[in-house]
């Protein structure tokens, strides 16, 4: 049966999806159109029909909205990495601030009293950590390196990337031929780059072991190019030093948080925030935030390797950090006994179940901050009015479930006081978020 080509329709785009997608009607139909913004009248192409909705992509703009840019990268129409390089950054965080107050409207039914000013910095090269495919195309005889291309698993042949860090983007080129040039070209199958202020290291993840001289040529070009390799064969915890046999103490890089004097360690597998200024302003923001006393007893939330916890054991009199991995519960003592600090213990514990039974259960805090994984918060809300403190500040990657916690919090007699959107993923379509919590007025 010969499948009908797939048709071409103008367009009036509506609105823009969470996704970063316009959306439009095509005979009662939703259908949802990349690279197209609200306002604008496209001329798109289908791509796909789904039952419910049908997915295109615009190839002509013939009414162009005042908040189009040119894309800063040559790839940003098929590249999958970025969904908004044709959206100006000012329009970029309004629609952002206006995604979050929708979802807080949809499912916490509440409006914060007022909203904090979007917490900016670059929004080139910013990214410092980054998954990246690799793929040998036999066909061709050629090795590609890149994120995956919108819509598709093919990779993209990736030169530059604009919102990698600066000393990844200007070494794809070189990174490629070098891959290209293994023994074991057909079985890497992606690297991960993390990047610390003055350290860049590259895991390169083989299916198969290294011979001897892939493994010389990986550790020279790393050299060569001032990078730290490593490789991985299995799960995470096979990471290690290509010029090692096992991971040590001292496979570590850093990020300096300039205001709280501090220089944070860690490993290139752990969580670190990816935009290291918008974090280091987010920091100062969630200190300031809190409205801390010297006196104050703090708790910190999925505190990872201790990001807010040093910070905030330079400001009050002890802190208690809380997070489910032990490795970076182990990280965070790690960073505190390498600056003195004293006043903080960590637990590891996992934050998704009932906490009536936590290490925690019948603590009191005068403050606590919280950063949950995407998936929130629900069960540390529910429990949360028991520890007593007055003040909360949420930082969220996923506006729906920061919605979800905060309709869970107001219900238990907290206020939220004022929420602000942050740029940690410009030109994506991620909204990072900051909101206030307090109890009583
Ligand atoms: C968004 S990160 C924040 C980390 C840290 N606050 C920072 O700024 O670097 C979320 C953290 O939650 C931790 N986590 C994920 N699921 C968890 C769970 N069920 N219980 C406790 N911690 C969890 C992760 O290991 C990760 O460190």
Request: net charge neutral; glycine share 6%.
């Amino acid at each position: 049966m010969s499948r009908q080509p797939l048709p071409e329709h103008e367009l009036k785009i509506e609105a823009l999806s969470h996704e970063g997608r316009g959306i439009a009607h095509h005979e009662g139909k939703v259908v949802f159109v990349d690279a197209a913004l609200p306002g604008e009248v496209v001329r798109a192409a289908w791509i796909r029909r789904q039952r419910r909705f049908d997915e295109a992509r615009a190839i002509e703009i013939l009414q162009a909205s005042p908040d189009r840019v040119e894309p800063p990268c040559p790839l940003a129409g098929v590249c999958g990495g970025c969904s908004l390089q044709h959206l100006s950054n000012e329009a970029q965080l309004r629609y952002k601030q206006q995604a979050l107050a929708e979802q807080l409207r949809h499912f916490g039914a509440i409006e914060p009293r007022s909203w904090l000013p979007p917490l900016r910095a670059a929004t080139l090269g910013y990214r410092r950590k980054a998954r990246l495919g690799v793929r040998f195309v036999l066909k061709k005889e050629r090795l590609l390196v890149g994120f995956r291309e919108k819509h598709s698993n093919f990779l993209v042949d990736m030169r530059s990337c604009a919102v990698l860090d600066e000393r990844l983007s200007q070494l794809l080129p070189a990174l490629r031929q070098q891959l290209e040039a293994l023994e074991a070209r057909q079985q890497i199958a992606q690297i991960e780059f993390a990047a610390g202020d003055d350290e860049v290291a590259l895991i390169f993840r083989h299916l198969v072991p290294l011979s001897a001289s892939d493994r010389q040529h990986l550790i020279e070009f790393c050299t060569q190019h001032g990078l730290i390799a490593y490789g991985q064969s299995a799960g995470p915890e096979s990471v290690c030093q290509l010029t090692q046999t096992t991971p040590t103490a001292q496979d570590r890089l850093h990020y300096a948080l300039p205001a709280a004097d501090l220089r944070m360690a860690f490993h290139p597998s752990d969580f670190t925030q990816i935009h290291a200024f918008i974090n280091r302003a987010m920091v100062d923001l969630a200190l300031d935030l809190l409205d801390l006393q010297p006196e104050h007893r703090v708790l910190d939330l999925f505190c990872g390797l201790g990001n807010f916890t040093l910070p905030l054991a330079r400001r009050v009199r002890s802190v208690v950090g809380v997070e489910g991995s032990v490795e970076m519960t182990e990280r965070a003592a790690e960073n505190a006994r390498a600056h003195g600090l004293e006043h903080l213990v960590f637990h590891a514990e996992n934050l998704q179940q009932d906490l009536q039974t936590s290490v925690l259960a019948g603590e009191k805090f005068d403050r606590i901050l919280i950063d949950p994984p995407r998936s929130g918060a629900e069960e540390v809300m529910r429990y949360l009015p028991r520890w007593g403190a007055r003040r909360i500040v949420y930082i969220s990657c996923n506006p729906a479930t920061l919605a979800r916690d905060a309709g869970i919090l107001a219900g238990q007699g907290y206020t939220l006081l004022s929420a602000g959107v942050m740029d940690m993923f410009p030109h994506t379509a991620h909204v990072e978020s900051i909101a206030v919590f307090v109890r009583g007025t």
